[in-house]
Nanobody, 116 residues
């Protein structure tokens, strides 16, 4: 069973920055795979933020393009999300995600709160 451990959430003022990290702590890993981030705000559905394939291809939600950057360290099985110019509407629980083959895996979530 693949286990994902997130860190880096917190409270920040609008216009500020945060960096999220997600490391694989256990499980059998193989490629190709995709890792990334989803988020869920209160009363809303979980939505994609950004993903990155093991080969390097990235995908971003329109709402974060130009502000967020996803990166990976494949040697460390870690994915990062650099979030700049944060807005109050970015407030949500952010979930790390990994899929390899047919199996999706999720982290426990980390809260990001942006105050206005």
């Amino acid at each position: 069973q693949v286990q994902l451990v997130e860190s880096g959430g917190g409270l920040v003022q609008a216009g500020g920055s945060l960096r999220l990290s997600c490391a694989v702590s256990a499980g059998v890993l193989f490629s190709p795979n995709v890792m990334g981030w989803y988020r869920q705000a209160p009363g809303k559905q979980r939505e994609l933020v950004a993903t990155m394939y093991s080969g390097g291809q990235t995908n971003y939600a329109d709402s974060v393009k130009g502000r967020f950057t996803i990166s990976r360290d494949n040697a460390k099985n870690t994915v990062y999300l650099q979030m700049n110019s944060l807005k109050p509407e970015d407030t949500a629980v952010y979930y790390c995600y990994r899929q390899q083959g047919p199996n999706p895996y999720w982290g426990q979530g980390t809260q990001v709160t942006v105050s206005s």
